[in-house]
């Protein structure tokens, strides 16, 4: 798209707009403008996506952004490179680009079609600001080599497109429906903090109509299984005192109530899990896939007859309720690769370990049978006194281990994945940066899952590694601010929620 071209001040003063924003810089003043939105009222309702920032930068928002990037060793060199490709093209931050920029600058995406978006002069999308001085914004735009047109729409506000024509269609079509009068969008961001560097609006209808085609044999059996038609993406970024947090929201229409649940599990996992993922009722996830392959491929429940046949199992009374309850996946350091340790809690936990020992025994056995090399050894063993199924992998530097413990199934690729768990000495719950992460991130008592991850211990056993780790001492220093990462996921019925959050200290 020619506005958006790299050449010329126009594309210099979007781009400023663009990277304080991916830099987390933008504003997101105590009024929350970029949570909301003045310019909503200013494009239709019908828009594809509308990126909403706050640009006002004596914001507390922008407060809060320096103060976080003040934390890194180049914190300040950073921003000043940022914005140095602006500057050696004779503009100045502070008198020649800000005051370009009112309190709220918006972007409108019309169509998400890849032809319309990359047709040259004539891209379906606008920019809208309503400039603290309108005389620097209109100085930018007949400085830059790109010939975009501008119009002045009302209260201040101006909207820059390709040619007149888009701004006349989207003048006419907001008058018809803005997206600000638009339910959906609305709801959309109901949910969103009300104060926030930037936000983004994403017509599901839309979206969907764009990927037909691409990811359709993925996605439209999902839906037509249950998962409903998609009705609007909703995300926000926001800057606080311990890090930096995305909010999302994800409506549908027909989507059954998702499972919750109150997660047990960390409370036996070993406190020095650099990476924990904790799901449930990965049942219902598992049937999903299968009748998805069932509706592209007729022959697919024959095909799995024939399997449970082979390996002597059934996968409704047998397989399937392994999956059932809560489950854990964490990561801790180890030689020569990484512990990686799943826990599966099933109703049954005894007729679970009775299922695994079935099933690798069968596929044993079948591979033998048909003149092929078994593809692992299976030799029974005991670790801290629990008894220990191993597998010896053929051509493989690791083992796969499974135990029953207490009530939970294990399979790990370390010893000590056992072993710990056995000890319970120091879990992840009572862990103090667990316990930091996962009140910043205010994760919920119950839940549909989240991912907790370790950066600060992380990043400190990639600088023990040196070299091996493949990223120098000086690269490792910028990043030691980053504390932790949690990512959760909760909703109900037709409303998905996700959240993020990223420590920095």
């Not at 931050?93 to 040259?120: C, H, M, R, V």
């Not at 820059?160 to 888009?166: E, F, G, L, P, W």
């Not at 069968?362 to 629990?386: H, R």
Request: hydrophobic share 45%.
């Amino acid at each position: 798209m020619k506005l958006l071209r790299p050449p010329g001040a126009l594309a210099a003063a979007l781009a400023s707009a663009a990277v304080l924003v991916a830099a987390a810089c933008g504003g997101g003043g105590a009024g929350g403008g970029a949570a909301g939105g003045e310019g909503a009222a200013l494009v239709p309702a019908d828009v594809a996506a509308f990126v909403s920032v706050d640009t006002d930068f004596d914001s507390e928002q922008w407060a809060a952004v320096e103060a976080l990037m003040a934390r890194f060793p180049s914190g300040g060199e950073a921003i000043q490179s940022l914005v140095g490709s602006l500057t050696r093209e004779g503009l100045d931050l502070e008198t020649d680009i800000k005051p370009a920029f009112g309190p709220e600058t918006s972007i409108a995406i019309l169509e998400l079609d890849q032809e319309q978006l990359n047709g040259g002069d004539n891209a379906p999308i606008v920019m809208l600001t309503k400039p603290t001085d309108a005389a620097k914004f209109q100085k930018l735009l007949e400085d830059g080599e790109d010939e975009a047109v501008t119009r002045e729409v009302g209260d201040g506000w101006y909207m820059v497109a390709d040619n007149d024509a888009i701004i006349d269609s989207v003048i006419a079509d907001a008058g018809q429906a803005s997206l600000a009068d638009d339910p959906r969008y609305e709801e959309a961001l109901a949910d969103l903090p009300s104060e926030s560097v930037a936000t983004l609006y994403l017509n599901g209808q839309k979206l969907m109509a764009s990927l037909e085609g691409e990811v359709d044999a993925a996605v439209n059996p999902l839906f037509d299984l249950g998962a409903g038609s998609l009705v609007s993406v909703a995300v926000a970024l926001t800057a606080e005192a311990q890090g930096l947090s995305v909010d999302g929201v994800v409506r549908t229409e027909g989507a059954p109530e998702p499972t919750t649940y109150t997660a047990v599990l960390p409370g036996i996992v070993p406190a020095d899990a650099l990476l924990y993922a904790s799901f449930s009722d990965f049942r219902t996830a598992v049937e999903k896939v299968l009748e998805i392959a069932a509706k592209q491929d007729p022959e697919f429940d024959s095909k799995l007859g024939q399997a449970q046949l082979g390996l002597g199992i059934s996968i409704e009374d047998d397989l399937l309720p392994l999956f059932e309850g809560e489950h854990g996946l964490y990561v801790r350091s180890g030689l020569p690769i990484p512990e990686i340790t799943l826990l599966l809690s099933p109703a049954e936990p005894q007729r679970g370990l009775a299922t695994l020992d079935k099933l690798v025994a069968n596929v044993a056995a079948l591979a033998g049978l048909s003149g092929e090399d078994v593809p692992f050894t299976v030799t029974g063993t005991t670790i801290a006194g629990v008894p220990v199924k191993q597998l010896e992998i053929e051509g493989q530097e690791f083992s796969l281990l499974y135990a029953l413990v207490g009530d939970t199934i294990v399979l790990t690729t370390q010893a000590s994945g056992i072993a710990d768990l056995v000890a319970g000495a120091g879990t992840l719950a009572d862990d103090p940066l667990y316990e930091e992460a996962t009140g910043a991130a205010a994760l919920d008592d119950k839940t549909t899952g989240f991912l907790y991850v370790n950066m600060r211990d992380g990043l400190a056993l990639l600088e023990q590694l040196g070299e091996l780790a493949g990223a120098s001492a000086a690269e490792l220093e910028e990043l030691r601010p980053l504390q932790y990462v949690v990512v959760q996921t909760g909703g109900d019925a037709g409303r998905t929620t996700f959240s993020g959050f990223l420590g920095i200290k």
